[in-house]
């Protein structure tokens, strides 16, 4: 498929990279079964399901990529470390990677593009967050005073630095979704993206019970039997509600938005809860896949990244996947049309659903996008089809991992066509990226 | 030999105030002290293990929080079950200020979170040391009838002799290691062992533990072990100690974490404890590679001592395989 137009079009002789599979632990809600569990705890219960699954024990990998959005110093090497508490080979190189929730997908596109090089034949992508083991800090007063104690000398210079010491500064600091240029929470971000687009609560709803009820579905016939690990207790995604319905999702009160003009919309149910989890993908070539006899469940075809100026009020918060799509679709020749899985990440239903107006609108896309007309429609019935964050739940940096190992499943159960993922992360960013049956 | 079935996994806090009675009607003269071990197995059922106190175990030897209970924890998780054979009225050593020799585990798969295990538990080679009497504590723990975890715990009861001691307690031989005589973990004086100083020649450390000074009290607690040498150098002096000890399973989980970091199903190991850790403190660590005597299988050697310490701490192996090192 490599002679294909488009796949890989934009770049000299390169071969592919194939996803050769994934694992991941279950999401739990935050403060749930992996309460006492850490980044590192998880990323190798992740992993140690991934060294089983494809024989991977004592094998040097050519390059492990993963990372953590809450992280705490310590785990300055958080994915060797792991890589070292694992049955992989100790000789096996890592690295951390870090972009907000776009972590997991830029792992996956990173260390694609090494394969393809021919600078790897191998690799193990992935991510992973626990918001119940959060890293708290110290305040930014008392942390001054202790590191000018660590250097004073004299008894007089320690009392002096003791001495600046003020009640305030023993509060601790939790880390916040607030981004640290606005101060705004991501979800009172979505929330002026939401009124912007008019999403109604119904919409929003609609997508969350679509989430649950294919996640469900997806449990239910088996899907995720070689894409999971159980883990502490837990065999399914904790956050999944296969019971829920529209009725009960109708019922929940809003949580974000209530201080603009229109009514608040997005609620519990239409917004992704606090989620720890790990998820990890085995990537390969396919001479690496051949060699060990591994399936090859989909090729990594290409992935743009895109970034909006959401400081000054000019995009939202979320929407930068809209920007990169265009520029993803264009240079590979390829239209909505040209694709049978489409994988939008769900921070909020509102998210998505903003995402997927932008496209279809010949305004914003002849002005905001430089097109020359609207973008396209996406096909409901291809979005999100094993379920997506809203009911899975989104542990940050793990949620990359889950997708692309989700998608490449499902491109391969087809045997045909071709899958579109799109990301949105902290900071205005967000990632794209193209998944092609083998 | 006699099976004894427990109602339940003892507790060991019963257990402890079960051995002060114990030493204070010995000391009154009114328990004369058994000259054999009693011809007895203590059985129970356990499990499954506690997923906080696991996770917490886990962290303290710097372990992964995996699903697989660590084979050292599941030597805490049965340890009663052998506590309670000590324990007895009829056992012919006390059982408080026993000293810990070595230990050997041989597990054929990892103990899982959520599964119910028996447990077994004996004693044998009750046998005259050069510095009291030693015995053997066997406990073997199985899953459904599958045998998967078999451990042997050597103690040392200082200046105990005893009538009916057998041959003399093979002296521990950690494989490659110098100066392996079979040291009193907990005496006062490193004088107390005659042939053992400046035999040993410290290797090349390729790690570093720092022990402070509430590592036996966080042991304690992941343990439940809450034996008096390991907690304070107050409690630690009352049963003869310098200062506080560490436990001896905490230094061989770390050991076992450090050299097989995996925590495959199939693991062996063994540790010969030579001198105590005391706490705080620092060990000098060497992880090697090595082999069995015979030379077939492969392990990882391990020494930990105190800088300028006459003899090693522990010395001690580990194979990621199932081999019993009695039955090469």
Redo the contacts between chains.
């Keep these: 498929m490599s002679n294909q137009p488009g796949a890989g079009a934009g770049t000299t002789t390169v071969r592919n990279a194939v996803v050769i599979g994934g694992n991941r632990i279950p999401f739990a809600r935050s403060g749930g079964a992996y309460a006492?569990?850490?980044n590192?705890?998880m990323l190798?219960?992740a992993l140690?399901g991934l060294v089983a699954r494809f024989g991977l024990?004592g094998e040097r990998v050519g390059q492990v990529a993963a990372g953590a959005v809450l992280k705490h110093s310590r785990d300055f090497n958080l994915t060797r470390e792991?890589v070292?508490?694992?049955?992989?080979s100790a000789s096996t190189p890592a690295y951390d990677l870090q972009q907000a929730c776009a972590t997991g997908l830029e792992t996956v596109v990173g260390l694609a593009n090494k394969i393809k090089l021919g600078q790897i034949d191998s690799g193990i992508a992935g991510g992973v967050d626990s918001a119940s083991d959060a890293p708290i800090v110290v305040s930014e007063g008392l942390r001054r005073v202790l590191l000018d104690l660590s250097r004073a000398r004299t008894p007089k210079q320690k009392l002096a630095a003791v001495s600046r010491l003020r009640p305030r500064d023993l509060a601790p600091n939790a880390p916040t979704t607030g981004e640290p240029r606005t101060g705004l929470s991501m979800g009172e971000h979505q929330a002026l993206t939401t009124a912007a687009w008019g999403i109604t609560r119904e919409a929003q709803d609609e997508l969350a019970f679509s989430s649950h009820a294919n996640l469900a579905a997806a449990y239910e016939r088996g899907f995720f039997e070689d894409l999971m690990t159980?883990?502490?207790?837990l065999t399914r995604d904790a956050n999944l509600r296969a019971d829920t319905s529209l009725e009960k999702l109708a019922k929940l009160k809003p949580v974000f938005g209530a201080g603009l003009d229109t009514a608040a919309t997005m609620t519990a149910g239409n917004s992704t809860p606090l989620t720890d989890g790990a998820a990890v993908v085995l990537l390969g070539s396919e001479d690496y896949a051949r060699a060990n006899n591994l399936p090859m469940l989909a090729n990594v075809v290409d992935a743009e990244a895109a970034a909006v100026d959401f400081v000054n009020g000019q995009e939202g918060l979320l929407m930068a996947p809209v920007y990169a799509m265009p520029r993803l679709l264009q240079r590979n020749g390829l239209h909505f049309d040209d694709f049978d899985f489409f994988e939008i990440h769900e921070a909020f239903a509102s998210t998505v659903l903003s995402s997927i107006a932008a496209w279809e609108s010949e305004k914003f896309c002849r002005t905001r996008l430089g097109l020359d007309g609207a973008l396209g429609k996406i096909d409901r019935s291809k979005l999100n089809v094993n379920g997506s964050s809203l009911a899975a739940g989104h542990p940050f940096a793990a949620t990359g991992g889950r997708i692309v190992a989700s998608l490449a499943k499902a491109l391969a159960e087809k045997g045909s066509g071709r899958g579109l993922i799109s990301v949105c992360a902290a900071g205005g960013q967000g990632v794209v990226a193209i998944l092609e049956a083998r | 030999m006699n099976d004894v079935v427990l109602p339940a996994m003892p507790e060991l806090a019963g257990l402890y105030r079960q051995a002060v009675v114990g030493a204070v009607l010995r000391r009154a003269g009114r328990r004369s002290p058994a000259s054999a071990l009693p011809e007895v197995r203590h059985h129970a059922s356990g499990g499954p293990v506690d997923r906080e106190r696991l996770t917490a175990f886990q962290h303290l030897v710097g372990q992964a929080a995996r699903d697989a209970v660590p084979s050292a924890h599941v030597h805490t998780l049965a340890f009663p079950v052998a506590m309670s054979v000590m324990a007895r009225p009829d056992f012919p050593l006390p059982l408080l200020g026993m000293v810990h020799l070595s230990n050997t585990v041989v597990q054929a798969r990892a103990l899982r979170v959520g599964e119910k295990f028996e447990s077994v538990a004996y004693a044998e080679n009750l046998s005259p040391h050069r510095s009291g009497t030693s015995v053997d504590l066997v406990t073997k723990v199985s899953v459904d009838g599958e045998p998967i975890w078999t451990g042997r715990s050597v103690y040392l009861a200082r200046g105990v002799r005893t009538a009916g001691g057998r041959k003399e307690h093979p002296e521990p031989s950690p494989d490659g290691s110098p100066g392996t005589s079979p040291a009193a973990g907990g005496d006062k004086s490193d004088d107390a062992l005659p042939g053992s100083a400046d035999a040993f020649t410290p290797p090349v450390p390729t790690a570093q533990w720092h022990l402070a000074s509430d590592t036996g009290r966080a042991y304690a607690a992941v343990s439940g072990d809450w034996n008096p040498i390991h907690l304070s150098a107050p409690s630690a002096r009352l049963l003869g100690m310098k200062r506080a000890i560490a436990h001896g399973v905490y230094l061989a989980a770390r050991m076992v974490e450090l050299a097989e970091p995996a925590s495959p199903d199939a693991v062996s190991w063994g540790v010969d404890f030579l001198s105590p850790a005391l706490l705080p403190g620092t060990l000098a660590v060497a992880v090697r590679p090595g082999e069995a005597p015979g030379g077939s299988v492969r392990r990882t050697e391990v020494t930990g001592w105190a800088p300028g310490a006459k003899r090693p701490s522990f010395t001690g192996w580990v194979t990621g395989q199932a081999v019993d090192p009695a039955s090469p």
């Design positions: 006492q569990s850490s590192k705890d190798i219960a140690d024990q792991a070292l508490g694992s049955a992989l159980p883990y502490r207790g």
